[in-house]
């Protein structure tokens, strides 16, 4: 190769280097308006008086000297950690059905787990008023105590959390060594030891991590306790309470911090655990197949029908509270809560509203999420940026929706901020969206791009191909899979949310998940239940043409990785 041509090829990677570092840049700015300042300026709201003079930590002291607030933490604790002790062993043992026997129907009953995912959170409490409220369909089953409060919260926060659990402890159950089990077999261990001494150990790390998510949920949750909580104060609706009814933005940035502070805690403790754990699977590793147990194969199916039955009967009692035209008194079924005009002024347009608000979070993030995931995996140089970014995106999974909302009614809302004509607009909704969901995306997305031999940057540079090229004809379609699933990640949750939202929108801007609080509160819970059964439909359908487009396109552009 001549000199020039090696000359023309430096000054080629230079310039792409530096094209890269600028993106990285840029994108790591706007990373900043979109999550550290707005969580600063919550920070700085909570130590100032309502004229804006700073106070210290006045505002704190006044928090935890009222007997109302602080019992609110009380309360959080209590509904969350109960929650966290009911839904991990749950989900440990739907888990082990569906990862550890040769339990017939395991697609369904997985299917069927995944359905609260789909769902706005609000949709259980409403379900659960009807079967168990004071005119519900069974509400002897309480004997005598009320289903709204901590009973109403627990189950719902039970429903809405089993899925995430379940997903976390699959995947911590899917690997293992099966020489473990064989040596176990040979020395005539009986089963109950070689669960307690083989089985659970693998899974600790998995079952550490549910456990903190639960408990995050919980804490964070938004939807279920302000339809089912009754006069039971948890901190998220002290938060609504302050800055909703009162107009005390002081007090409520001080309770948004003290909700960040279990939070923090969960994300940095899991942190650590996850730090220990060590590969399950070596070299020399055999995979554990499950082998037929009758006796046990159909304990499971029993254990997992029975699960599965909940949760239908749950989604089946919010669909039928949506189709009854007034319950007890008129059993008669028809559409007449689906006509929203009648409960709400904005009708359908919500619904339409939070379509586009979906799309454009789920095509927009997505983009964003690959790209920034891109720029820190595969970028040249500036490793310090790149080390921050990936910090930076980290910081979501500790933030609740609701701490995150107010954030930035605080710092899009401000006088001086350039970035105020965002607010009230449904691109700042789309953004806050993004933002809120933003590690999970970016963890598949980086996880996805970790599987990718370096040598493809490393080739296409020695041909002088360009970076973008490379990264449009290979790491686009290698990572396919990967960008499929972030995109219906940010749909569904976008979906579904309602935290992240209710301090943001405006009167031309309300979702769906808005509007099914209005119409609760209102006390037109049949047709909040018609627009959460609607919110379950779409997102069920998105993911259904998801499955079949994976089926469809997905296998022709992977039919490399059969080779």
């Not at 609504?240 to 960040?260: C, H, P, S, T």
Request: glycine share 6%; aromatic share 10%.
């Amino acid at each position: 190769m001549s000199p020039i041509a090696i000359g023309g090829r430096t000054r080629s990677v230079d310039r792409e280097a530096w094209a890269l570092r600028i993106a990285l840049t840029l994108m790591l700015a706007i990373m900043a308006a979109a999550i550290l300042l707005p969580l600063w300026s919550i920070l700085s709201k909570s130590v100032e008086d309502r004229a804006g003079a700073f106070v210290g930590l006045a505002n704190y002291a006044q928090f935890f000297g009222t007997p109302a607030l602080a019992q609110s933490i009380a309360n959080s604790l209590f509904v969350a950690g109960l929650t966290t002790l009911i839904v991990v062993p749950l989900a440990f043992v739907y888990a082990y059905a569906l990862t550890r026997t040769c339990m017939p129907a395991k697609g369904l009953m997985a299917g069927i787990a995944l359905i609260p995912i789909l769902s706005p959170s609000m949709l259980p409490a409403i379900a659960l008023i009807y079967l168990f409220g004071n005119q519900g369909m069974i509400r002897e089953l309480l004997f005598g105590e009320t289903i709204y409060g901590p009973i109403g919260i627990v189950m719902g926060q039970v429903f809405y959390c089993f899925p995430h659990a379940m997903l976390i402890l699959t995947t911590a159950l899917s690997l293992a060594d099966a020489r473990l089990y064989e040596a176990a077999a040979a020395l005539g261990t009986p089963r109950r030891r070689v669960f307690l001494t083989v089985t659970l150990p693998s899974a600790k790390y998995g079952l550490v991590s549910a456990a903190f998510v639960v408990f995050t949920l919980v804490m964070t949750d938004f939807g279920i306790p302000v339809v089912i909580g009754g006069r039971f104060n948890v901190l998220a609706i002290d938060v609504y309470k302050q800055v909703m009814g009162q107009q005390n933005f002081q007090m409520g940035a001080v309770v948004a911090v003290v909700l960040i502070i279990p939070a923090l805690a969960s994300f940095v403790v899991d942190r650590v655990v996850q730090r220990r754990q060590v590969a399950l699977l070596g070299a020399r590793s055999v995979p554990l197949v499950p082998q037929p147990q009758p006796a046990r194969d159909w304990a499971m199916l029993g254990f997992c029908a029975v699960v599965g039955a909940i949760i239908l009967g749950i989604l089946a009692t919010a669909v039928f509270a949506s189709l009854v035209r007034l319950w007890p008194y008129n059993l008669s079924l028809g559409w007449s809560n689906y006509v929203f005009e009648d409960f709400d002024s904005d009708g359908w347009s919500s619904y339409f509203n939070s379509l586009r608000m979906a799309a454009a979070t789920a095509v927009f993030g997505t983009l964003f999420v690959f790209v920034g995931a891109y720029l820190v995996e595969k970028g040249k140089g500036a490793g310090w940026a790149r080390q921050v970014f990936h910090l930076v995106a980290m910081v979501p999974l500790a933030v609740p929706g609701l701490v995150l909302g107010l954030a930035y009614v605080f710092f899009f809302n401000a006088p001086d901020n350039p970035l105020g004509g965002l607010y009230g607009t449904m691109a700042l909704l789309t953004i806050c969206t993004v933002a809120h969901f933003y590690t999970v995306a970016h963890l598949t997305a980086t996880t996805a791009l970790k599987q990718m031999d370096p040598e493809f940057e490393s080739v296409s540079a020695s041909l002088q191909v360009p970076f973008w090229r490379t990264f449009l004809r290979v790491t686009v379609p290698v990572c396919l899979p990967a960008i499929v699933n972030i995109a219906i990640y940010l749909f569904v949750n976008a979906m579904t949310t309602v935290s992240a939202v209710i301090f943001i929108y405006t009167a031309h801007t309300k979702l769906a998940s808005v509007a099914i609080v209005n119409m609760n509160d209102s006390g037109a819970i049949a047709a909040a239940a018609a627009m959460a059964v609607v919110i379950t439909a779409t997102s069920a359908g998105v993911k259904l043409v998801e499955t079949l487009v994976s089926r469809v396109v997905l296998r022709r552009s992977q039919r490399w990785r059969a080779r």
